[in-house]
T-cell receptor
Framework: EAQVTQNPRYLITVTGKKLTVTCSQN?????MSWYRQDPGLGLRQIYYSMNVEVTDKGDVPEGYKVSRKEKRNFPLILESPSPNQTSLYFC????????????????FGEGSRLTVL | GQQLNQSPQSMFIQEGEDVSMNCTSS?????WLWYKQDPGEGPVLLIALYKAGELTSNGRLTAQFGITRKDSFLNISASIPSDVGIYFCAGPPNNAGNMLTFGGGTRLMVKP
């Protein structure tokens, strides 16, 4: 089954304790992206990647890191989480051709709800 | 980044009613997308629009790409309880490469 898998789905942590949210897709998509969803603010893009070893900042990259060492994986790293990073996080992937004048369809994971105390 | 303004922010309607929501931007978009997020899940693409003035339907959903390329509308006819969720407009602004910008969402609640 074609899917985007995120882990963990739920996490409660404390300020300053490094954490990683993993994301894996099995559709051979070049493009992967991380969003955070906050009430009234919609989905804001954190980082995106157009292919292996190619990453770029989105609208709200501060406090986050990403890496793209393999095509299928795009982990989101919070080196020193703070309470303002409490949010619902979504990983998404797509073919590059879908974004550049194509269908525009992003495939989203089920979300990871993170609480930083 | 670019900002998409969606309205209304939320709607509480009776089953069977028609629904209309819209999305506006200060900059031009070449593609308008409408996604729906069911409770507890990630967003899923409903409709994609590619040309100014285009009107596209998907079942009970109809979306339009505004003539000015700065707005889009989504209509749902004869709403049913499973229409509940958050509807997002999205698009790649003219000069944003491969980034997608999302609106703030319209939360729809349907009373049976």
């Amino acid at each position: 089954e074609a899917q985007v898998t995120q882990n963990p789905r739920y996490l409660i942590t404390v300020t300053g304790k490094k954490l990683t949210v993993t994301c894996s897709q099995n559709m051979n998509h070049e493009y992967m992206s991380w969003y955070r969803q906050d009430p009234g603010l919609g989905l804001r893009q954190i980082y995106y990647s157009m292919n292996v070893e190619v990453t770029d900042k989105g609208d709200v990259p501060e406090g986050y890191k990403v890496s793209r060492k393999e095509k299928r994986n795009f982990p989101l790293i919070l080196e020193s989480p703070s309470p303002n990073q409490t949010s619902l996080y979504f990983c998404a992937s797509s073919f590059l051709s879908a974004l550049a004048g194509g269908t525009g369809e992003l495939f989203f994971g089920e979300g990871s709800r993170l609480t930083v105390l | 980044g670019q900002q998409l303004n969606q309205s209304p922010q939320s709607m509480f309607i009776q089953e069977g009613e028609d629904v209309s929501m819209n999305c506006t931007s200060s900059s031009i978009f070449n593609t308008w997308l409408w996604y729906k997020q069911d409770p507890g899940e990630g967003p899923v693409l409903l409709i994609a629009l590619y040309k100014a003035g285009e009107l596209t339907s998907n079942g009970r959903l109809t979306a339009q790409f505004g003539i000015t390329r700065k707005d889009s509308f989504l209509n749902i006819s004869a709403s049913i309880p499973s229409d509940v969720g958050i509807y997002f407009c999205a698009g790649p602004p003219n000069n944003a490469g491969n980034m997608l910008t999302f609106g703030g969402g319209t939360r729809l609640m349907v009373k049976p």
